[in-house]
């Protein structure tokens, strides 16, 4: 690609996943998706990836990997050097530089379960990476935009770091996305001097340190040394600087009001858009719903379940507590009277064994498909009636919006961006689903009856489908509030 000379804003995504290269959740769809947006705006947005296991592979199958490598970069850390072969790809328009460190990106699993701190190695390298990518590639951005604890040692390392600190401490702007605040990186401070930070980076007498009740918060460096903190919805934004939803910082996160703003954020139309995926068994649109009738009967089918009149509800997400994964256990059985469930969904073995357990019980109500299946997720989204959302707290949830999208009317608990995007049919007349707000069996089951009702009338529900499939979801308007942003940023 080459580069266009007239883009003004030039931007370094930096995250630790990238659809389709790695995924776990939201953020690799947005980290993909966000920077294509951007650029669909005339901005210069560019990403950074770890070469996690089979990214490479994966993006030499897709044919965008460059033959050639564009060199190597190297980070200091524990006071060794660590090296890193750099590659360019080009994901859907966007270049992104993948760094190949086996011995830091080999692990499967890729996000620790220990608070060691060498098991934040990884992380910290990414970070540092980042700031030396720009010589190794020859292209330098104004602004790095930093996603989630996994890149928040950047901004950090801007304001403590002995060496990158001094050295480029004017050069870049930086944003902080904080797609899940429940996830800080909290680590033994005991790696900061061997990652070259400064003893200021965790002096507790300085409230705007790294330092966290005696660890390390990543999450906390970044916010308090970012130029700007963004949220990936605007509910969640206010949500986080409560006790209930702030996980411990939500006074730092009040601290930093000032530069605090939500966004909302998307889906990407050319991967979620029933009319033309390629997934799924017949293709359909809001002004032809027959297609979604076929997807049914696929799915019915995949699922060796015959139709028996009753509604499809679905669940797609990580088996998380904050998925409300309780309270749609304690439910499953009503739920299950008048309709049929389907599970997609990875993470606790807890959770996994409980449904596993109740599946056997009940398997001509309730089928249970443990993993990530990307293929899957999208006949799901397309063959199910009803979305179930039933979440303890929500950053902003794209799976609801991927639901919509495929008119799957999701019902949804009303927390952070499930209440900024779902509107309650009985709220108002182009209402896109069904809402609860107590975090309970009986107030999710209250919605699904809701719901289950609505779904046996038939044109009624039609338009409710309609509705939310013309709800826009896509990235566009969420991009132009990215792009006043940094403009923003650059004029302030
Ligand atoms: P998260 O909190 O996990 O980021 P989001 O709703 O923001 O939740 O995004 C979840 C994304 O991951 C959606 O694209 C959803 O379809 C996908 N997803 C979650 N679990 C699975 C799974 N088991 N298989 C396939 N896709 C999944």
Known sequence: MTENPDFTIKVLHVASELAPLKKTGGLGDIAAALPKALRALGADARAVLPAWSGVLDEASERGYLRKKSLGRLSVALNYRPYSARVWKVVCEGVPVYILEQPELFGADNIYPDGIGADAALPFIFLSLAA?????????????????????????????????????????????????????????????????????????????????????????????????????????????????????????????????????????????????????????????????????????????????????????????????????????????????????????????????????????????????????????????????????????????????CAY????????????????????ESRDGNGFLFCDYSADALLGAVKRARRAWGERDAWQEIMRSAMKKDFSWEASARRYIELYNDILTS
């Open 407 to 426: 008119g799957t009317v999701p019902v949804a608990r009303a927390t952070g961006g499930l209440a900024d995007t779902v509107l309650d049919v009985e």
């Open 131 to 403: 700031l030396e990518l720009p010589e190794t590639v020859g292209w330098k951005p104004q602004f790095m935009h930093a996603h989630d604890w996994q890149a928040a040692a950047l901004p950090a390392a801007l304001r403590w770091h002995k060496y990158y600190a001094p050295r480029s401490n004017s050069d870049y702007d930086t944003i902080f996305t904080i797609h899940n605040i429940a996830h800080q990186g909290i680590f033994e401070h005991s790696g900061l001097e061997g990652w070259g930070f400064s003893s200021e980076a965790f002096n507790a007498a300085n409230s705007g340190s790294m330092e966290f009740y005696g660890h390390l918060s990543l999450m906390k460096g970044a916010l308090t040394s970012c130029e700007a903190i963004t949220t990936v919805s605007p509910r969640y934004s206010l949500e986080i600087q409560t006790p209930d939803y702030g996980f411990g910082l939500d006074g730092v996160i009040r601290d930093c009001n000032r530069k605090l703003g939500g966004i909302l954020n998307g889906i990407d139309r050319d991967i979620w858009n029933p009319a033309n995926d390629m997934l799924i068994a017949k293709n359909y649109d809001a002004d032809n719903l027959s297609g979604k009738e076929a997807c049914r009967s696929a799915l019915l089918k995949r699922l060796c379940w015959q139709d028996d009149g009753r509604p499809l509800l679905a669940f797609i997400g990580r088996l998380a507590e904050q998925k409300g994964v309780d309270i749609l256990l304690e439910a499953l059985r009503t739920l299950t009277e008048d309709a049929r469930l389907i599970v997609l969904g990875s993470g606790s073995a807890y959770y996994n064994n409980r449904l596993e357990h109740m599946e056997r019980d009940m398997p001509d109500a309730l089928y249970n498909f443990n993993g990530f299946s990307e293929e899957l997720a999208h006949m799901v989204y397309a063959g199910s009636d009803i979305f179930l959302m039933p979440s303890l707290f929500e950053p902003c949830g794209l799976s609801q919006l991927i639901a």
